[in-house]
């Protein structure tokens, strides 16, 4: 949310900014004026538009990537562990170095990126239940799961039942290491 409110703040200074430039320097010359004023006015006006253009620019970005991920699920067919990008590996190797912290922290990018990425909830649960202990905040765990099973697709949802319920009953197949994803050739 904060992200929201940066990036509309920077596009509001930017746009105002662009609109004052462009129109202290769009004003009329006389007709004799000298080029030189002429050519500093016009820099002056490529400037204002090139300011509107970045603070539109920053404002529509984050909209753009909504609306392309919302048609990439749309028309992409299949889940998002089907073809699994790098990203994934980083927050593998992160947990498997025992950087807890930034290897949930990866996975959290990776549900926000793609929010049916039941790869990235298994890890995320992996790195708060058997990682961290059973000491981690059970609510958070919960809410985890419960968001987990509204975004995956519906034919992964036993996969990640599974999967919690053997964290939760500490199986050393599943503790061994982090949710893996298989080398993308």
Same mark, same amino acid.
């Given at each position: 949310?904060?992200?929201?409110?940066?990036?509309?703040?920077?596009?509001?200074?930017?746009?105002?900014?662009?609109?004052?430039?462009? %129109?202290?320097?769009?004003?009329?010359?006389?007709? =004799?004026?000298?080029?030189?004023? /002429?050519?500093? =006015?016009?820099?002056?006006? *490529?400037? @204002?538009?090139?300011?509107?253009? &970045?603070? %539109?620019? &920053?404002?529509?970005?984050?909209? %753009?990537?909504?609306?392309?991920?919302?048609?990439?699920?749309?028309?992409?067919?299949?889940?998002?562990?089907?073809?699994?990008?790098?990203?994934?590996?980083?927050?593998?190797?992160?947990?498997?170095?025992?950087?807890?912290?930034?290897?949930?922290?990866?996975?959290?990018? *990776?549900?926000?990126?793609?929010?049916?990425?039941?790869?990235?909830?298994? @890890?995320?649960?992996?790195?708060? *239940?058997?990682?961290?202990?059973?000491? %981690?905040?059970?609510?958070?765990?919960?809410?985890?799961?419960?968001?987990?099973? /509204?975004?995956?697709?519906?034919?992964?949802?036993?996969?990640?039942?599974?999967?919690?319920?053997?964290?939760?009953?500490?199986?050393?197949?599943?503790?061994?290491?982090?949710?893996?994803?298989?080398?993308?050739?």
């Amino acid at each position: 949310m904060w992200q929201f409110f940066r990036n509309l703040l920077i596009a509001a200074v930017l746009i105002g900014l662009g609109c004052v430039v462009f %129109a202290k320097f769009t004003q009329r010359l006389p007709i =004799d004026a000298h080029p030189d004023e /002429k050519l500093k =006015d016009m820099l002056w006006t *490529i400037l @204002g538009v090139g300011f509107l253009a &970045v603070g %539109a620019a &920053v404002l529509l970005w984050p909209l %753009a990537g909504t609306v392309g991920s919302y048609f990439e699920s749309l028309f992409g067919g299949g889940g998002a562990t089907a073809d699994a990008p790098p990203m994934y590996k980083l927050a593998a190797w992160l947990a498997e170095q025992g950087r807890y912290g930034e290897a949930l922290t990866e996975y959290q990018k *990776i549900t926000k990126r793609s929010r049916r990425a039941t790869v990235a909830y298994e @890890g995320q649960l992996y790195v708060l *239940i058997h990682a961290m202990g059973m000491g %981690a905040d059970l609510p958070a765990v919960q809410k985890l799961l419960a968001t987990a099973r /509204k975004r995956v697709p519906a034919e992964e949802l036993p996969h990640l039942d599974w999967f919690y319920e053997q964290l939760l009953a500490n199986n050393p197949e599943v503790c061994a290491h982090p949710p893996r994803v298989a080398e993308v050739e």
